[in-house]
């Protein structure tokens, strides 16, 4: 049984993903490069339960104890008493391979390693642990907001063996996602769809056909999505949006060509909500 958990990342996912499990009664250790980044995390954390209480999503009494449930460290050796680690850095295969071969090192023999990239072949971040690892290597690919999407696709790599599939979708359910095994192709399942519908939205914009406002609408009330494509780019940020896209490009060809549209907003800081700006326009403290 998953009882000590593990999460590399302290940014938007990283940190989510920590607390989903965090609630669901696991020991949690989230890990990133400064003591600055981690109290950011804890905060906005805090920030999540808080509201989350006054939504009735989650009790009073659950807040600070999820929260001790969260301890936070700069050294990735401190991992060598997890059960699960997930990988949630920045989408770039040379970052991610660092943070593997490190706890490839650190991390018990029975430890599951588990990414969380939303485009990059499972298989070939696997070739970055030694080959005995292999076998518990997986991807679990969580969706954002994660403290409120149910879905986590699960990718088995080449080499992963069926206990430790099981083993991962069992601890997502406990942590009261809804797991989808996926094969292990470039993009899986989600990311194709979705990026296949960002990307008509923006040639419509280009086009002059609609607003990006009048899109998200459509896409709400027409197609029944919780969220319209640009705001939920301005959420997850454009620029990541465009690197997926340019490997969704490489891998499969002219369908997923990025618009020029989203390469002058990357190229002109308008990354979304965060920034202040993107395809709609914020409040600073937005």
Same mark, same amino acid.
């Given at each position: ?46 920030g999540i339960l808080h509201r989350g209480v006054g939504r009735g999503f989650y009790e ?42 490190? &706890?490839?090192?650190? *991390?018990? $023999?029975?430890?599951?390693? @588990? ?9 070939? /971040? ?113 620029? &990541?949006?465009?690197? *997926?896209? $340019?490997?969704?490009?490489? @891998? ?9 549209? /989203? ?24």
């Amino acid at each position: 049984m998953i009882n000590n958990v593990g999460v590399v990342g302290a940014g938007l996912m990283g940190s989510e993903i920590a607390l989903v499990f965090a609630l669901a009664g696991k020991k949690v250790m989230l890990n990133d490069t400064s003591e600055e980044s981690l109290a950011r995390a804890k905060k906005n954390l805090e920030g999540i339960l808080h509201r989350g209480v006054g939504r009735g999503f989650y009790e009073a009494d659950q807040v600070e104890s999820t929260l001790e449930r969260i301890r936070t460290t700069t050294e990735l050796h401190d991992y060598s008493d997890r059960d699960l680690v997930i990988e949630a850095v920045f989408e770039d295969e040379a970052v991610k391979a660092a943070v593997f071969a490190t &706890l490839d090192k650190v *991390v018990p $023999e029975n430890c599951i390693i @588990a990414s969380n990239t939303s485009s990059i072949s499972i298989t070939g /971040l696997s070739s970055h642990v030694n080959a005995q690892r292999r076998s518990r290597f997986i991807g679990t690919h969580f969706f954002s907001p994660v403290s409120r999407m149910k879905l986590v696709e699960v990718i088995p790599a080449m080499d992963t063996a069926p206990e430790t599939i099981t083993a991962t979708m069992q601890v997502c359910k406990d942590a009261g996602k809804a797991p989808i095994e996926v094969k292990d192709v470039v993009g899986f399942a989600v990311n194709r769809i979705l990026h296949a519908l960002v990307i008509e939205s923006m040639r419509l914009v280009e086009e002059g056909v609609a607003t990006p406002e009048d899109i998200d609408a459509a896409c709400k009330l027409g197609l029944g999505h919780p969220i319209g494509p640009f705001q939920l780019l301005d959420l997850t940020q454009n620029s &990541l949006s465009l690197q *997926v896209q $340019e490997i969704l490009h490489d @891998a499969y060809g002219e369908r997923f060509q990025p618009r020029p549209i /989203l390469k002058q907003m990357v190229q002109a800081g308008y990354n979304g909500k965060r920034a202040g700006r993107g395809w709609y326009k914020y409040d600073k403290e937005a």
